[in-house]
């Protein structure tokens, strides 16, 4: 059974910091990629940051880039996001995700599983 845990999330004030955590168990991990994705209230879920199989390759979105960093530790089953500068807008509930392509993908229909989510708040 695969499972895919956060973890790191909180209240923050507006240029903090928070470091994300996603735990996965069920499957070889280090053949697949991962990715953050977040969901604000009433909006759609919106790709964050994306990292291969060996963490060689990495993508983020043009509203995180030069302030979050996905990083992967194969021998610990983790994906982290680090996220610094944080904006007000930033707040949502991020997910963490697995993608069998064991390739960088932006669209959540590449995604395999996907955690439940913790939530970011980011206070002005």
């Known amino acids: 059974q695969v499972q895919l845990v956060e973890s790191g999330g909180g209240l923050v004030q507006a240029g903090g910091s928070l470091r994300l955590s996603c735990a996965a168990s069920g499957r070889t991990f280090s053949t697949y990629s991962m990715g953050w994705f977040r969901q604000a209230p009433g909006k759609e879920r919106e790709f964050v940051a994306a990292?291969?199989?060996?963490?060689?390759?990495?993508s983020a979105a043009d509203s995180v880039k030069g302030r979050f960093t996905i990083s992967r530790d194969n021998a610990k089953n983790t994906v982290y996001l680090r996220m610094n500068s944080l904006k007000p807008e930033d707040t949502a509930v991020y997910y963490c995700?697995?993608?069998?392509?064991?390739?960088?993908?932006?669209?959540?229909?590449?995604?395999?599983?996907w955690g439940q989510g913790t939530q970011v708040t980011v206070s002005s």
């Open positions: 995700a697995d993608s069998s392509t064991g390739w960088v993908r932006h669209n959540v229909y590449d995604y395999d599983y």
């Open positions: 990292i291969s199989w060996s963490g060689g390759s990495t």
